[in-house]
């Protein structure tokens, strides 16, 4: 029997949030005329989300936690079971820089040359919230004044899937979905898109670990869809040939006059802050259960009551 009921009640009960009836308010979007031009186009897209979700709850809280709407999905819905699924411990809800929390993930792990390539890790990331343009920036993770972050106010476990778990979830979704919850399949086929991007999972090195991982319906997907997938041309600056087309993972493929020299490259690009708008897998909620309106957050259930509710 699905628990989800009994989450709704839970988090209303805590005068924070409000069930939100998302086919209704979809509806009266759609009758007043006035309010079906391209300028509300997001406010529609949004509604469509929300109305995916088996359940939707509104934040009445004073404070801000950043996002104003909490979609819920039970397992059966979503393809996922809680109790048997490998999961990960994140600082925080919604990140405001991605990290890869999963480190034997990360596609330079395993490098004895120093080349450094791909995501940022959780031990790179600060709290710093003074510097917001310097090159801290880039990293801070998020701010301990919201209640949705690990810190005083919430001392409670924010856990996520682990990554092949979450594959196996964002496959189905994507293989399954498209007639019922289109926008939830939709999404899915964007964050293996993200994860394959980040992770490098074209190159054989993570490719094939991962693939012992994942599920079989997921492996059958997996296997054709990276053995097609072509990454974008990364370029380096030549003095002698201008910019030149590179592998970011090969040094050799760097021209011997590159600019920053190969040996600064290998020992400070792991320090660089990673790009804005980029974003790396198993970090946070943005990669995994968020939505993809920066107003709503996923939540999967069931939960644990006692272990995983926000404390309040």
């Known amino acids: 029997m699905s628990q989800l009921p009994t989450i709704v009640t839970s988090l209303v009960e805590t005068g924070l949030w409000t069930t939100f009836n998302s086919p209704k308010a979809l509806e009266v979007f759609e009758s007043k005329a006035t309010w079906q031009g391209p300028t509300n186009t997001a406010e529609r897209e949004h509604l469509e989300h929300l109305c995916e979700a088996d359940a939707v709850l509104r934040w009445e809280g004073i404070q801000s936690i950043g996002f104003s709407y909490m979609r819920l999905w039970a397992e059966e819905t979503y393809h996922i079971n809680i109790d048997a699924s490998p999961l990960v411990e994140v600082p925080e809800l919604y990140p405001w820089n991605p990290f890869l929390v999963e480190k034997e993930f990360h596609p330079a792990l395993h490098r004895n040359d120093g080349w450094f390539y791909g995501p940022h890790t959780l031990d790179d990331a600060t709290t710093d919230t003074d510097d917001y343009n310097g090159a801290g920036a880039g990293r801070r993770i998020f ?170």
């Open 143 to 312: 701010s301990t004044i919201f209640r949705r972050a690990k810190g005083a106010q919430n001392t409670t476990p924010i856990n996520i899937l682990s990554i092949p778990a979450y594959l196996d979830v964002l496959v189905y979704q994507r293989n399954h979905c498209t007639t019922s919850k289109p926008r939830l399949a939709s999404s899915a086929d964007w964050q293996i898109e993200r994860i394959t991007k980040n992770l490098f999972l074209e190159l054989p090195h993570q490719r094939d670990p991962l693939l012992f991982q994942v599920e079989a319906e997921t492996e059958n997907f997996l296997v054709p869809y990276l053995a097609k997938y072509e990454r974008k041309p990364q370029f380096a600056n030549s003095k002698s040939q201008g910019l030149v087309s590179v592998d970011v993972w090969n040094p050799n493929s760097y021209p011997e006059d590159s600019f920053p020299r190969l040996e600064w490259r290998a020992k400070n690009l792991r320090d660089q802050p990673q790009a804005p708008g980029s974003s790396s897998t198993g970090a946070a909620p943005e990669q995994t259960l968020a939505s993809a309106s920066r107003s709503t957050y996923d939540h999967v259930g069931p939960i644990r009551l006692e272990t995983r509710l926000p404390n309040h």
